[in-house]
T-cell receptor, first 114, second 114 residues
């Protein structure tokens, strides 16, 4: 199993550009989530999904969209990038809620918005 | 609503000394509690978790944590620090009434000195 994979590893955007951060998992996990990590603030939940076709907002959803058309993929879309979205983004997945609450994290995507 | 507070953003320990990282939580319902470790330029890895079973939880790499409901704490300890323990550590909480919405602390950076 590859686990949780994220692409790209690093991206530079100009203000106003849009892009999609990709996240995929091959463990048949129901739950997937996106976090952003900023110095001194830990990880903050952006959006999450408890299964295909179901998404919900986390703590900091503004400026980001998600969809979950398949169990494996959970892309994060930045609609119009802003310098405040410069951060490291992590995707995570978990098995069925009745089986295991452990989150498995991807390696992260470093995003710089100029 | 739940929240997590980690006391101390930086901790310096000598090799062989006790490692103690403090985490306090706030939750109106019984929580699930987690400790994750992040090595430089990597994603997060689960160290251990409390899910309402034994209050003393043992994890990987010699770490353990004790859930104390009366103190709303879940402190992480390791009897003897190793150079390889240098990393950032995050405490996280989730509750059954908001399953999937993990709340992370701000993190504690651990430096191990020879």
């Amino acid at each position: 199993n590859a686990g949780v994979t994220q692409t790209p590893k690093f991206q530079v955007l100009k203000t106003g550009q849009s892009m999609t951060l990709q996240c995929a998992q091959d463990m048949n996990h129901e739950y997937m989530s996106w976090y952003r990590q900023d110095p001194g603030m830990g990880l903050r939940l952006i959006h999450y999904s408890v299964g295909a076709g179901i998404t919900d907002q986390g703590e900091v959803p503004n400026g980001y969209n998600v969809s979950r058309s398949t169990t494996e993929d959970f892309p994060l879309r930045l609609l119009s990038a802003a310098p405040s979205q410069t951060s490291v983004y992590f995707c995570a997945s978990s098995p069925n809620r009745l089986a295991d609450e452990t989150q498995y994290f991807g390696p992260g995507t470093r995003l710089l918005v100029l | 609503a739940q929240s997590v507070t980690q006391l101390g953003s930086h901790v310096s320990v000598s090799e062989g000394a006790l490692v103690l990282l403090r985490c306090n939580y706030s939750s109106s319902v019984p929580p699930y509690l987690f400790w994750y470790v992040q090595y430089p330029n990597q994603g997060l890895q689960l160290l251990l978790k409390y899910t309402s079973a034994a209050t003393l939880v043992k994890g990987i790499n010699g770490f353990e944590a004790e859930f104390k409901k009366s103190e709303t704490s879940f402190h992480l300890t390791k009897p003897s620090a190793h150079m390889s323990d240098a990393a950032e550590y995050f405490c996280a909480v989730m509750t059954t009434d908001s399953w999937g919405k993990f709340q992370f602390g701000a993190g504690t950076q651990v430096v191990v000195t020879p």
